[in-house]
């Protein structure tokens, strides 16, 4: 890889794990008798950082967005960090982004980018991180409880951020068209 790609691709990480503790915080909490966590912009920017830098550097900067929060940096939901709350009812959301960012990067790596790629992308890497939360729940409670509070509630507001999400990165798609042409 010459310098300027990774300088580059640096550049991105850097921005995109200060966007991602941005979106953490943009959070709608739910009580706990309906939900386990609450509705963050953390999965739409994971699923951005997933499309814009690709399987490899995605993952690099999820995974240090994680370290970094585990270590105690506020950067997840409600400025928190910690071993604690990313080993709480959290985990498998967390997992889920990891796992999302490498299939929804190979994705983009092999589709067109076009709006409907992208909203197939964002609803696959919404499926996965659901399932991962849904699974880590098992720790707490049962199957049914574990997709009552873990999944259920995350629907309306996955469908909003999943258009949002191709919106968004058609327009970034646009500009960098533009920015070429200049």
């Known amino acids: 890889m010459n310098a300027e790609k990774l300088i580059s691709n640096g550049a991105g990480a850097l921005i995109s794990i200060a966007a991602l503790g941005a979106a953490a915080q943009l959070s709608i909490p739910l009580s706990e008798s309906v939900s386990v966590a ?3 912009g953390q999965s ?15 993952t690099i900067t999820i995974g240090i967005y994680i370290v970094i929060g585990i270590l105690g940096a506020p950067v997840f939901s409600g ?48 499926v996965l991180i659901l399932v991962c939360g849904w699974l880590g729940l098992f720790r707490f409670l049962d199957a049914k409880a574990s997709f009552t509070k873990g999944v ?19 327009v970034i798609r646009r500009f960098k068209s533009f920015m070429k042409a200049v």
């Open 79 to 126: 400025f928190e960090g910690g071993w604690e709350k990313f080993s709480g009812p959290s985990l498998g959301y967390f997992i889920g982004f990891i796992v999302a960012t490498i299939v929804c990067g190979l994705l983009a790596r092999k589709q067109e980018e076009r709006f409907k790629f992208y909203l197939l992308q964002m609803l696959i890497g919404t």
């Open 44 to 58: 739409l920017a994971v699923l951005i950082v997933a499309q814009l830098l690709k399987e490899i550097w995605g």
């Open 152 to 170: 259920l509630p995350f629907l309306p507001g996955a469908l909003i951020k999943i258009t949002i999400g191709a919106i968004l990165l058609s």
């Open 38 to 40: 609450p509705i963050t």
